[in-house]
């Protein structure tokens, strides 16, 4: 009688000294079984979501029991998936968020310091074909964001429950004096998906037609609205991009299943370059 082999994959802590936050910042890496120090992996950066941290992904995401079998079955390749800090559950006290802000160049910190180290300690990435972004909620504005902003760095971009804008809704914590929430909120603002493509000019969405852009929303989320509006936009402007509403609302059930076709979408959209 047969027996199934358990996939000997790992998520490791790691942790950098970030010089552009003045901090420590952790991170979460998941390493598929087999990993080979003398291969060179594609890398899928998952960001989380507010209220949340680089740990949430392993842990209620459960993201090991949706990559192992993926992989096991050949429907993606091996691949390294780097699980970056934005936040804390404490949003009033702690600053949250993908954006460069006062006090927090967290983009800074992505580009500058994270990803060349990430990249060089695990052997992964390395060019915009073998690189993917995605993500949820705070983490899915994010992913769409920095994919506009960075074309030329990601082979492909899935958003999950996106939070792409924040014109519609009251900025929240101003009742808290000092409440690094304003400023998350206001940063959000500043940094709409939805304006960024109205106001992109040819050479810009000449760039962005080179990414692979996928938005996953449930039916009854709060955020869906948005969602389907960057989608509208996004095909008007001709850009590749892909819209999937599901039975769900904004939870981490969704998300845990939104890795389902979120990361065969990347290893699709993986090439050699």
Known sequence: MGFQVLAQSKIVTESIRSSVLGCE???????????????TYPVVYLLHGLYGDYSNWARTGRLKDVADPLIASGEIVPMVIIMPNAGDSDVHGYQNGYFNVQDWPYEDFFYQELL???????????SKGRRAIMGLSMGGGGTIVYAQRHPDMFSSAY???AWLDNKQREVRGENRPGSKLTITDKSVREHSALDFLDQADAATLGRLKTVKWFLDCGDDDFLLDLSEELHRKMKK????SQLRVRD???????WHTALYTALPFASRNFSGR
């Open 116 to 126: 060349p180290a990430a990249e060089a300690k695990f052997h992964c990435g390395g």
């Open 159 to 161: 958003g999950m429950s």
């Open 25 to 39: 910042q952790k991170y979460n890496v998941y390493l598929p079984d087999g990993y080979d120090a003398a291969r």
């Open 248 to 254: 769900g609302g904004h939870t981490w059930e969704y």
């Open 237 to 240: 402007a001709g850009l590749n």
